[in-house]
Structure formats: structure tokens, C-alpha cells
């Protein structure tokens, strides 16, 4: 359905969704604040995203990209603004914060696979222990997500016992098995050495495809280019600029988004479209 | 009762005149360990094949003795067929027994110092004994630090069953006061908080000590 | 030599009895010392306030005192307040008190020493901190803590030595209660040091093919590393 060449194609991706009627909002985050010490991370940061929406978030280092995403699942508190996960309220308080968190899946930066569990056992944990399915059936469905994600042959391996992007496919078809709402990508290919990078961005594509509403944290141009809906730059606690990738990469409004695109796309060895 | 107890109470400066005694037992067990322990390591590690299974031998042995076994040895070879007073075997005991546990630590410290830094020394024409002792055991002993602290306040604590040789130390000093006031509760209740301040002392030393001879990355 | 051998078999029946109540003793004390110690460790490592300060308090407390005193203190201390206790229970409460400070430090070391992705990442899944500390957190505490604990296995064999200083007949009571009757000092010593040797070593073996079996790639550590 989605092309994955060629500028235009891209606007009438976005346009496609509007017309499909897609645009329904699953993600609203207002006014958000979050202060580390005396040094404020997000000040006042605003991003809506719609259901099957798969959002791209760029900018520089330390400008609150993975605080964004913690604050979200509430691994992180923010001091203050608001976040709905379809119209809910996401707060402390315990049955609240365990309700949501299972439907918000989130990968991370460096795997967090349980260590003491194979790739079976790490998919199936969640759906056993938070959502109390019966354990037969949990394996069942974490045999089918391992499978998803190109594993199913790893379900007995201990996470030492496989490379980086086989643990980050596993942690992936980890956040899945809950059946979650949203996906939030944290960087989830930073830690990898180069070639095998390809294997995850590719599980991440076809999940794209699949129409899971996405965040990801990423610098991969890429797949920013290829899968995502929208990019959004953040820069200074906020977001900057934001729209779709052929106008980010082509004719961002704003200077630094241009000089960020353009130093980010040449350290990635990838000319500017 | 309160007559008994400002008995006991009275005791303290008899009780804290054992801290010396204590204290000298403890750094001569822990000193005298310490070298021992540290040639065996030393054997352990570069020695040759027959001084690496002494040491071996040594430390496995002396680790699966009770020290109560050691000290009662060396007290009726002390009696019986050697002539050293219940002191010194004390002393000997404590450092026979630490020995092979700061073997251990010290062991496990040069050995965690890279192959690299040894090689880099015989490079520059150092021989391997320059490289031991200008290069690694300089690193090792710094990392051997909060292992060897731990050690030594084991030590003082152990030093503690030389009342069973009649020793004049903190604890023995405590079952004479037991024995004058009856009063067993309290005055090991204040021994315990003797021990509770040395242990406290000894374990700030160290961790000066350590941050005094840190070295950035090691 | 032969004598010697001689005097040995004369004397293994009493020193038998007298291990098997070591060993007896090395049970009760690691198994209280466990079922206090880890408890502790989760207070020390999770707990706030009160419930924080008295773990820290009682693991400072008896590692910072010597292990005779304890015993002295329970046995003689508490008779003098009227709490008498037998000698044997006296010794494992004694043994186990002191074991489950050192139990707690082992668990709360192997606690801290766990990523803290993995708690995130039990969260992030929508568990409660109870449900990631008992399904994540603590399974893999228990393989981490398998080295020092079974150290702590081994070293209890040893220190039960001190339950013959109130006169419950272990294996070193046995072998005071040999010399006093033969007086053949040096050669029964021996003897019993060779029994504790021997009885360590097997002991250590047993541990090390436990270890073997409940591996799990990346949680390799050996015993004897510092």
C-alpha cells in the first residue's frame, strides 16, 4: 500500500489517511513539564497523535526525546501537564498506571530483556503475570509474536545468548505481546553496531505497515523517510517544527531544523533528497 | 538492681583498658597476615609450579579450619612442644588464619590488573620483578583496598576468642565483670557497642584511606 | 603412623556425633538466617523510612560485632532477664542472627547489582513494583547471590565451631571432650581439622555442581572471585 520512494508519495500518504478518515486522536499530550535538577527538559510540550499515526521524533541530544517517551508511560513523573491515552487520564495511582502501561508498549535503547528468562519466557511474562492468561495460552501467543519477528527459532535462548538486534527484536515482540495501543520506540537501534540495525528497522516497518500507531525516538533517516506519518523536531524542551517527512527533509520552515537535517543526514552517510 | 547496674557502669574503664589489648592483636594478626598472605598471592600467581600448590594447598586448608581448631593447635604446641605464651599464639593463629584469606584478596587483585599493564613494563626492559612490584602490585593493592578493609574488621572481631585462652582482651575483661557484678545482659550489651565503635572506626579509616590513595580510572 | 590411624578410628564415633549436630546447626542457622535475612534486604534495598533505618540499624549491628559476643549475649544475656534458652536453640538463634546480616548484604549486593532496566522494563509491561520484584527482580537476585551464599554455606559449617564455647556438643566440643579424656592434644586436633577439611571440600563440591545446574548464560560467576 505505502510506496517507498519518491517524495510525493508521501503527502498523499498523510492526505490518504485524512480522507480515510484516520485521524482519530489515541495520544494528546498538553502542556507538558519536566525539570532534572535545575535544568528544565520539557517546557510546555504539546503533541497529539492519531490512531495507526506512526510519529518520528528528531532533534538534538538533550533535548528531551526520551524524556518525552518516559513521561508518557509514567517511567518518569512529570511535574506537571497532562497525558490521554484515548480520552484516559494517565496518572499515578497504582491500577491506573498498571492499566495503561499495558497498553502502551515500549522498547528500549539497551534491550532491558529479562535476563533470567529465554526469548519465550520474556514475551510471555507480561501477558501472564500482568494480564493473568493462562500460561499455555500465553506461550501460544508469544510462539506467534516471536514468529512476527523472525525469532521463533531463538523462543529457548537466553538474552546472552543473542546478538544485539535479535534482543531488540525479542524486547519488541516483548511490548507486543501485550497488545498494546501504542508503541514507544526509545532510540531502539542506537545501541546496535551498523549491520544489524537493518533486521529491527525492518520488524518496525512492518509494523508501520500492520497500522500500529508508533512513536519512535530515532535518528534513523531512513526509516523516518520510509514509515513514518510525521516528524517532529524538538529542540529546547518543546517541539519546533513538525510535519510530514517530505517537508522536514525538503523545506523545513526553520533554520536549525534545516542545519539539523542536513548534519544529521550526512553523518549517516545519506544525501539530502 | 540500679546498684548492680552503676556496678557495671563503674566497670567501663576497666572494660576499655582491653581496647589496647584488642587493637594489638589485631594489627599484629592483620600485619603479619598481610605479608604472608601477600607472598603466597605473589606465589600464587607468578610463582613455579611447586610454590603455586602450596599456596593452593595452604589456602584451601587454612580456609576450611575453624579458627578455634588453629588457635587450640597452636596453643598446645605452644604448651607442649614449642614455648610461646598464649599472646603470641593468639597472634599467630588470627595471622595464620587471615593469611589465607588476604591470599585470596590479593590474588584476586593483581589478577584483575590487565595482561597489558605487564607486558608494557617487560617492553620498556623492566624485568618481571620490576613489573611486580613498580607496575602491578602498586594497582593491585589500591583495588585490594575496600576487600582488605573488610578483612581487617573481620579480624578485630575474631581477635575476640583469645578470651578463650585467657587473654586479657575486651570480651575476657567483659566475663570478669559478669563474674564480679552478675550482670551478663548489660555488660555485653556494652562490650557489644565497644566492638560497635571500633569496627565503626576502623571501617572510616579505611574508606579515607581508600579515597586518599584513589587514582582516577583504576 | 599406624597408631595414629589407630587413635583416629577410636575416636571417629564421638567426632561423628559431634558433626552431625555441626551440621544440624548449620541448617537451623542458615535457614533462619535466610528467612530473616532476605526480608531485611528487601527493607535495606526498597524499604523508606522506619522500615529502612531499622534494617541498616540491625545488619550494622551484628556485622559490626563479634560473633562470640552474640552468642554470649543470647545464651547467658537473655537468661539474666529471665529468657532461658537451651543451649542448641541458643546456638542457631545466635548463628542465624549473625548469618542473616551477612545473608541480607549478599541479597541487597545482588540486588543493586541488577540493571535498572529491568525494573523499567517491568513497568513499562504494566507490573507493580511487587510484581517486578518478585518476578523479575528476585530470580535473578537469587542466581546472582548463589556464589557468596554458598559461601556462606560453607564458612557456617565453620563457625558453628563456636556453639562448643556453651558447650553444645559439635564436632570441636567433641574433640575438647576427646583431649581432655586422652590428653593427646595436638593428634586429636588433627584429626578434627582433617574432618573439617574433608567435610568442606565435599561440601564445596556439591555446591559447585548446583551452581553447574542452575546456570543460566549470563549469570556465570564463580565462588572464589573477589
Known amino acids: 500500500m505505502k510506496e517507498s520512494s519518491g517524495s510525493q508519495v508521501y503527502d498523499i500518504k498523510v492526505i490518504n489517511r485524512k480522507v480515510n478518515n484516520m485521524t482519530k486522536p489515541i495520544l494528546r499530550i498538553q502542556n507538558l513539564h519536566k525539570k532534572f535538577g535545575s535544568s528544565e527538559v520539557l517546557k510546555g510540550l504539546n503533541l497529539t497523535v492519531d490512531e495507526g499515526e506512526v510519529v518520528v521524533i528528531i532533534g538534538p541530544s538533550g533535548t528531551g526525546k526520551s524524556t518525552l517517551l518516559r513521561c508518557i508511560n509514567r517511567l518518569e513523573t512529570p511535574d506537571s501537564g497532562e497525558i490521554y491515552l484515548e480520552d484516559q487520564k494517565i496518572e499515578h495511582g497504582k491500577t491506573n498506571l498498571s492499566r495503561m502501561r499495558q497498553k502502551i508498549g515500549m522498547v528500549f535503547q539497551d534491550f532491558n530483556l529479562f535476563n533470567h528468562l529465554t526469548a519465550i519466557q520474556n514475551v510471555a511474562i507480561g501477558p501472564v503475570?500482568?494480564?493473568?492468561?493462562?500460561?499455555?495460552?500465553?506461550?501460544?501467543?508469544?510462539?506467534?509474536?516471536?514468529?512476527?519477528?523472525?525469532?521463533?527459532?531463538?523462543?529457548?535462548?537466553?538474552?546472552?545468548?543473542?546478538?544485539?538486534?535479535?534482543?531488540?527484536?525479542?524486547?519488541?515482540?516483548?511490548?507486543?505481546?501485550?497488545?498494546?495501543?501504542?508503541m514507544l520506540f526509545d532510540e531502539p537501534t542506537s545501541a546496535l553496531d551498523p549491520e544489524l540495525t537493518g533486521e529491527v528497522l525492518a520488524v518496525m516497518k512492518d509494523l508501520a505497515k500492520a497500522g500500529m500507531t508508533m512513536v519512535v525516538v530515532s535518528h534513523e533517516m531512513g526509516?523516518?523517510?520510509?514509515?513514518?506519518?510525521?516528524?517532529?523536531?524538538?529542540?529546547?524542551?518543546?517541539?519546533?517544527?513538525?510535519?510530514?517527512?517530505?517537508?522536514?527533509?525538503?523545506?523545513?520552515?526553520?533554520?536549525?531544523?534545516?542545519?539539523?537535517i542536513s548534519k544529521i543526514t550526512s553523518l549517516s552517510g545519506e544525501g539530502s533528497a | 538492681m540500679s546498684m548492680r547496674y552503676t556496678e557495671v557502669f563503674n566497670s567501663i574503664p576497666y572494660l576499655l583498658q582491653g581496647v589496647g589489648t584488642t587493637l594489638e592483636i589485631t594489627i599484629y594478626a592483620l600485619f603479619l597476615g598481610a605479608f604472608f598472605g601477600l607472598l603466597l598471592?605473589?606465589?600464587?600467581?607468578?610463582?613455579?609450579?611447586?610454590?603455586?600448590?602450596?599456596?593452593?594447598?595452604?589456602?584451601?586448608?587454612?580456609?576450611?579450619?575453624?579458627?578455634?581448631?588453629?588457635?587450640?593447635?597452636?596453643?598446645?604446641?605452644?604448651?607442649?612442644?614449642?614455648?610461646?605464651?598464649?599472646?603470641?599464639?593468639?597472634?599467630?593463629?588470627?595471622?595464620?588464619?587471615?593469611?589465607?584469606?588476604?591470599?585470596?584478596?590479593?590474588?584476586?587483585?593483581?589478577q584483575s590488573i590487565s595482561k597489558g599493564q605487564m607486558e608494557a613494563a617487560l617492553a620498556l626492559g623492566m624485568s618481571k620483578t620490576q613489573g611486580i612490584f613498580t607496575i602491578i602490585l602498586p594497582q593491585a593493592l589500591r583495588r585490594a583496598i575496600p576487600?582488605?578493609?573488610?578483612?581487617?574488621?573481620?579480624?578485630?572481631?575474631?581477635s575476640s576468642f583469645a578470651y578463650v585462652l585467657g587473654v586479657l582482651e575486651i570480651l575476657r575483661r567483659g566475663e570478669f565483670v559478669i563474674a564480679r557484678t552478675g550482670q551478663a545482659l548489660i555488660t555485653y550489651i556494652i562490650v557489644g557497642i565497644i566492638y560497635l565503635i571500633l569496627t565503626s572506626i576502623l571501617t572510616k579509616c579505611l574508606s579515607i584511606g581508600e579515597r586518599k590513595f584513589r587514582i582516577p580510572g583504576l | 603412623?599406624?597408631?595414629?590411624?589407630?587413635?583416629?578410628?577410636?575416636?571417629?564415633?564421638?567426632?561423628?556425633?559431634?558433626?552431625?549436630?555441626?551440621?544440624?546447626?548449620?541448617?537451623?542457622?542458615?535457614?533462619?538466617?535466610?528467612?530473616?535475612?532476605?526480608?531485611?534486604?528487601?527493607?535495606?534495598?526498597?524499604?523508606?523510612?522506619?522500615?529502612?533505618?531499622?534494617?541498616?540499624?540491625?545488619?550494622?549491628?551484628?556485622?559490626?560485632?563479634?560473633?562470640?559476643?552474640?552468642?554470649?549475649?543470647?545464651?547467658?544475656?537473655?537468661?539474666?532477664?529471665?529468657?532461658?534458652?537451651?543451649?542448641?536453640?541458643?546456638?542457631?538463634?545466635?548463628?542465624?542472627?549473625?548469618?542473616?546480616?551477612y545473608q541480607a548484604e549478599y541479597f541487597r549486593?545482588?540486588?543493586?547489582?541488577?540493571?535498572?532496566?529491568?525494573?523499567?522494563?517491568?513497568?513499562?509491561?504494566?507490573?507493580?513494583?511487587?510484581q517486578a520484584i518478585i518476578n523479575i527482580i528476585l530470580p535473578q537476585a537469587f542466581r546472582l547471590v548463589l556464589p557468596p551464599w554458598s559461601n556462606e554455606l560453607i564458612y557456617m559449617v565453620k563457625y558453628?565451631?563456636?556453639?562448643?564455647?556453651?558447650?553444645?556438643?559439635?564436632?570441636?566440643?567433641?574433640?575438647?571432650?576427646?583431649?581432655?579424656?586422652?590428653?593427646?592434644?595436638?593428634?586429636?586436633?588433627?584429626?578434627?581439622?582433617?574432618?573439617?577439611?574433608?567435610?568442606?571440600?565435599?561440601?564445596?563440591?556439591?555446591?559447585?555442581?548446583i551452581e553447574d545446574k542452575v546456570s543460566i548464560p549470563g549469570f556465570q560467576m564463580s565462588r572464589e572471585e573477589i
Open chain 1, 129 to 182: 503475570k500482568v494480564k493473568k492468561i493462562d500460561k499455555a495460552k500465553a506461550m501460544k501467543a508469544a510462539e506467534r509474536e516471536l514468529e512476527r519477528v523472525g525469532l521463533k527459532d531463538k523462543a529457548n535462548s537466553y538474552p546472552a545468548e543473542l546478538s544485539g538486534g535479535q534482543k531488540q527484536r525479542v524486547a519488541i515482540a516483548r511490548a507486543l505481546a501485550m497488545e498494546p495501543k501504542v
Open chain 3, 109 to 130: 549486593g545482588a540486588i543493586l547489582s541488577i540493571d535498572d532496566g529491568q525494573m523499567m522494563a517491568a513497568e513499562a509491561l504494566g507490573m507493580t513494583k511487587r
Open chain 2, 147 to 158: 576487600y582488605w578493609g573488610n578483612e581487617a574488621s573481620i579480624v578485630l572481631k575474631d
Open chain 1, 223 to 260: 526509516f523516518a523517510r520510509e514509515a513514518a506519518h510525521r516528524i517532529v523536531f524538538l529542540e529546547d524542551g518543546i517541539v519546533s517544527e513538525m510535519g510530514s517527512p517530505e517537508k522536514i527533509f525538503n523545506n523545513p520552515e526553520k533554520q536549525r531544523t534545516r542545519e539539523f
Open chain 3, 160 to 209: 558453628t565451631s563456636v556453639a562448643f564455647l556453651i558447650a553444645v556438643p559439635e564436632l570441636m566440643a567433641r574433640g575438647k571432650m576427646i583431649i581432655s579424656k586422652t590428653f593427646k592434644p595436638i593428634e586429636t586436633l588433627f584429626w578434627v581439622g582433617v574432618i573439617y577439611v574433608i567435610v568442606l571440600s565435599l561440601i564445596a563440591k556439591i555446591v559447585d555442581i
Open chain 2, 41 to 110: 598471592a605473589l606465589a600464587r600467581v607468578y610463582g613455579g609450579n611447586i610454590s603455586r600448590r602450596f599456596a593452593i594447598l595452604y589456602s584451601r586448608i587454612i580456609r576450611s579450619l575453624p579458627l578455634l581448631v588453629i588457635l587450640f593447635l597452636l596453643f598446645y604446641l605452644g604448651t607442649e612442644v614449642i614455648n610461646f605464651s598464649e599472646f603470641q599464639a593468639v597472634i599467630l593463629a588470627l595471622a595464620i588464619h587471615t593469611s589465607a584469606y588476604q591470599s585470596e584478596i590479593f590474588r584476586g587483585s593483581i
Open chain 3, 1 to 101: 603412623m599406624l597408631e595414629q590411624i589407630n587413635f583416629f578410628i577410636s575416636i571417629l564415633p564421638k567426632l561423628w556425633q559431634g558433626l552431625v549436630v555441626s551440621l544440624q546447626l548449620s541448617v537451623g542457622a542458615l535457614a533462619f538466617g535466610l528467612v530473616v535475612g532476605l526480608p531485611m534486604a528487601l527493607a535495606r534495598t526498597y524499604g523508606k523510612g522506619v522500615v529502612k533505618s531499622i534494617a541498616v540499624f540491625y545488619i550494622e549491628i551484628i556485622r559490626g560485632t563479634p560473633m562470640v559476643l552474640q552468642l554470649f549475649l543470647i545464651y547467658f544475656g537473655l537468661a539474666d532477664v529471665g529468657l532461658v534458652l537451651d543451649r542448641v536453640t541458643a546456638a542457631i538463634l545466635a548463628l542465624g542472627i549473625n548469618s542473616s546480616a
